[in-house]
């Protein structure tokens, strides 16, 4: 059974820090490509930052760069998300997600197979 399960998130304020997690079961720890995608209101889900678990090469959206951070602890199947410096258009559902095989688009929501149910977070001023 495929599960990925988030965990933190909750509200921040404008400039400040969040992180999430992505705790994977081991089958699902062995696909390629991990990461996380977000979702606004009306709007389509978007990557955000993956990471390759197999060599550690990672992927971000030019609207994350240089805020977000995601890494990867091989010993307990999971993968994080820091994010800093945060900013209003950062409030949206944030999902895990999980990949079989090699992603020619690591950063698109339908090269991934496998979701987790997401964790809202909140950026205020």
């Known amino acids: 059974q495929v599960q990925l399960v988030e965990s933190g998130g909750g509200s921040g304020q404008v400039g400040g820090s969040l992180n999430l997690s992505c705790a994977a079961s081991?089958?699902?720890?062995?696909?390629?490509?991990m990461g996380w995608f977000r979702q606004a209101p009306g709007k389509e889900r978007e990557g955000v930052a993956t990471?390759?678990?197999?060599?550690?090469?990672?992927y971000y959206a030019d609207s994350v760069k240089g805020r977000f951070t995601i890494s990867q602890d091989n010993a307990k199947n999971t993968v994080y998300l820091q994010m800093h410096n945060l900013k209003p258009e950062d409030t949206a559902m944030y999902y895990c997600?999980?990949?079989?095989?090699?992603?020619?688009?690591?950063?698109?929501?339908?090269?991934?197979?496998?979701w987790g149910q997401g964790t809202q977070v909140t950026v205020s001023s």
């Open positions: 997600a999980a990949a079989d095989g090699w992603v020619a688009s690591p950063l698109r929501a339908f090269a991934y197979e496998y």
């Open positions: 990471i390759d678990t197999g060599i550690g090469t990672t």
């Open positions: 081991e089958y699902t720890y062995r696909r390629n490509h």
